[in-house]
């Protein structure tokens, strides 16, 4: 069942009680009402019959008094009136007021019994008549309280209904962003991430939306820097195995042609039993094999990029700062390094390195410094920190789209479990990269925000 009709359902339910309830409360009304009305009627009429009796005595004719009497009582709505003779029987009846719609008899049983009819004796059974008797008549109340109670009833259904209505349309509309939500979220699930949906209605939708906005978003941005990341990986791959073909081109083939025309030399004078000119063919050979052999390792080295950690992360790094500080003598280093790197895993020297390759490079190519501080320390708790922090212009540098050094540096970290912040400090000038790697395997947490 959705969650929309149990909505709905509820809703209807909690009116259906509150119409039985409000029916409840009206038919009791409408009973007190009754009885209150008949038993005022039947004292009414007790009354003005005592009086007429205090009178008879004195009348000349008591007869047409009496007839009289009980004639008054028509279209009376609560009393009918009969004169009674001996034997019980009526010898004149009160014409009550007929009522409107009948009610059903299930209604008037409802309203309770009506009040015993009262009998009041003829003083002296004056011209034969016996007694007066005074029945409550109900019928036209319980009429008029049938007609009441079918209308309070129709309101009540009536006003349930419209809200009910109403509450399913607002249901229905407060519902549809949900729908589209669910739509956007099959797409994401089918790996399309460029769908978003409107960011309208309720707090606690708007809050959903957002969310799978941003989601969506960070999703679509992820996949295009992995195929960003991919093109370069191929394009660098490509350069290299062009260069690989020219070095071998130019540099050895030439060597190889000069080695087999000395041997060639060499072969000639034997045959000619000359022997005066083969130590020169040889050196000559020698010097050529021996070209070849430093670009043959050159080669190796390159197809199997030695480690730069191999000589030590401080040494590689000291190297680095060495490199940059030829070329720009006016900015200072700064530099605090580990006392023992030897415990490093190789993988992780070579994500060290490389942040801290990227990230001074940055400083130097788009902070303009004057100082830029490399820090590694490791923290009680195993963590390994590498902060790169400079004092240049990095809080008003636009932000550039398509470096691909951060995402780099992201991914290496995060290639051993680390994480990794950088952008330009809040207060004042410069920019700070800081990454975190648990050398015990943990996952890392988050750094805190780059500040200086
Ligand atoms: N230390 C820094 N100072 C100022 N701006 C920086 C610094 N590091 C990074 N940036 C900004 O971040 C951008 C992205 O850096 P990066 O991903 O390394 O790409 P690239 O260096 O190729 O431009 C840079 O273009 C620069 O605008
Ligand atoms: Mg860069």
Redesign the pocket.
Same mark, same amino acid.
């Given at each position: 069942m959705s969650l929309r009709a149990r909505v709905v359902a509820l809703i209807a339910g909690v009116l259906l009680i509150s119409l039985l309830l409000g029916a409840a409360a009206a038919g009791y009304q409408a009973r007190e009402a009754l009885s209150a009305e008949l038993a005022a009627g039947l004292g009414g009429a007790q009354q003005t019959v005592n009086s007429a009796f205090e009178d008879l005595p004195n009348s000349d004719h008591p007869a047409r008094d009496l007839r009289q009497l009980v004639a008054t009582f028509d279209g009376n709505r609560h009393v009918r009136a009969s004169l009674m003779i001996p034997g019980g029987r009526a010898a004149l009846t009160s014409h009550t007021r007929s009522a409107g719609a009948p009610a059903p008899p299930w209604f008037g049983r409802l309203l309770g019994p009506s009040p015993a009819a009262r009998q009041i004796a003829v003083p002296g059974h004056a011209a034969g008549f016996e007694a007066i008797v005074l029945a409550p008549t109900a019928e036209a109340d319980v009429g008029a309280a049938w007609g009441e109670f079918t209308g309070i009833v129709t309101a009540l259904t009536g006003s349930a209904a419209v809200g009910l209505i109403l509450v399913y349309l607002v249901i229905s509309a407060a519902f549809r962003p949900l729908r589209a939500l669910a739509d956007q979220f099959g797409r994401v699930g089918a790996g399309d991430y460029s769908g978003r949906v409107a960011e309208r209605g309720p707090t606690e939708l708007l809050g959903l939306q957002r969310g799978f906005n941003r989601m969506a978003g960070e999703l679509a941005a992820t996949t295009e820097r992995n195929r960003l990341l991919g093109d370069q990986l191929l394009t660098l791959q490509e350069e290299e195995r062009a260069d690989i073909a020219r070095d071998l081109h130019d540099d050895i083939g030439p060597h190889l042609f000069a080695v087999n025309m000395d041997a060639e030399m060499i072969a000639q004078l034997g045959e000619a039993g000359r022997h005066e000119g083969v130590t020169e063919h040889v050196r000559s050979i020698q010097a050529a094999v021996k070209h070849m052999q430093r670009q043959v390792r050159d080669l190796l080295s390159r197809l199997r990029p030695a480690r730069i950690t191999e000589l030590g992360l401080n040494a590689a790094i000291l190297d680095l700062v060495r490199f940059w500080s030829a070329r720009r003598p006016d900015i200072a280093f700064n530099l605090t390094l580990l006392d023992e790197e030897a415990e490093l895993p190789e993988a992780t020297k070579d994500v060290v390195y490389r942040v801290v390759q990227?990230a001074a490079n940055?400083?130097v190519?788009?902070?303009s410094p004057k100082t830029v501080r490399i820090a590694l320390w490791i923290d009680a708790d195993e963590t390994l920190s590498i902060s790169v922090a400079?004092d240049? #212009?990095?809080h008003d540098?636009?932000? #550039?789209l398509g470096?691909?050094?951060?995402?780099g540096m992201r991914e290496r970290v995060a290639s051993v479990g680390g994480t990794l912040s950088?952008g330009?400090n809040h207060a004042g000038m410069g920019?700070t990269t800081i990454a975190r790697l648990r050398l015990d395997g943990a996952a890392a947490a988050q750094p805190s925000e780059a500040a200086a």
């Open positions: 990227e940055n400083a190519r788009h902070g400079d240049g #212009t990095g540098a636009a932000p #550039t470096g691909l050094g951060l995402v950088s330009p920019w």
